[in-house]
């Protein structure tokens, strides 16, 4: 039976959120996914924040960069310094328009960022974003990229034809697939609302995961304002029995502490 990994997204705003959230999701998760700037908000900035989690936690990370936010020259040093340290997956963004500040992007396109990473540092696994509202001949083209991985947005019924087409063709590509799927709770529901994104309630994700069973190579669970709810989401899609969980052997350990948040 093939197992499908389990990515979680995190979006820690201080210390105390890493200290309560990490602990309960270390070594029954695959990798914790980093968004940097999301909307183009000031935020802790990705890049440190995964070598601080890789180093003192043991996990494995996959830090965003916003190509909006840097030239080729800061781009390549950020991924030299992340491989340097131990980290060997990104993902490449766009990004939002900054709140603050004005934009360097000289990019016109992410994949043309992806090359130069591959460039001066072959080592590294790149990934970018694919969304399922695109047509799927750009999707496709997408898929040629140099890039290693991919997340795929807007995965729901009405595109899950489309997705398989997609699939068929990273398999023949060697690419990997990880749908990006947002979990609706009782607290966040507004939140999931708001974003205007398919979205799937925490009550049927056992049967979803179970769904995807051979149709992903890793699923990444986003549950936006509730960490409690994204520690359920892990435990519920733990439970369909296909999820392979693998962490770094840890320099130290850490007792789990409660969340209220």
């Keep these: 039976m093939a197992s499908i990994k389990l990515y979680v997204e995190t979006v820690f705003r201080n210390r105390e959120f890493i200290e309560k959230l990490v602990p309960r999701l270390r070594g029954r998760v695959e990798v914790f996914d980093l968004p940097e700037n999301p909307l183009g908000l000031p935020m802790p900035s990705s890049i440190p924040l995964s070598v601080y989690l ?48 004005r934009s360097i ?39 040629r990229s140099q890039a290693d991985f991919y ?35 009782g607290k966040n529901k507004d939140i999931v609302e708001h974003l205007g ?28 304002g509730d960490n409690n709810g994204l520690v359920e989401a892990v435990e519920t899609a733990r439970r369909a029995g296909l999820v392979t969980v693998y962490t770094r052997p840890p320099e130290k350990d850490y007792d789990d502490i409660g969340d209220d948040n």
Excluded: F
């Design 151 to 185: 997340y795929v947005m807007y995965l729901s019924g009405r595109t899950m034809e489309k997705y398989l087409s997609l699939l068929r063709e990273a398999r023949r590509n060697g690419k990997t697939i990880i749908p990006y799927v947002i979990i609706r709770t």
């Design 54 to 101: 890789s180093l003192g936690y043991g996990v494995d990370v996959v830090p965003h960069i916003r190509l909006v936010d840097h030239n080729e020259l800061g781009l390549i040093s950020m991924a030299q310094s992340l491989y340097l340290s131990g980290i060997d997956k990104i993902l490449l963004t766009m990004g939002d328009r900054p709140s603050i500040g």
């Design 105 to 143: 992007c000289g990019w016109r396109r992410s994949e043309e960022a992806v090359e130069w990473i591959k460039r001066y540092v072959p080592e590294m696994k790149v990934g970018l974003i694919i969304s399922l509202n695109y047509p799927l001949e750009m999707i496709v083209e997408r898929l």
């Design 197 to 224: 994104q398919p979205s799937i309630d925490i009550d049927d994700l056992e049967t979803w995961t179970a769904m995807m069973q051979g149709k992903a190579d890793a699923i990444l669970l986003s549950v936006p």
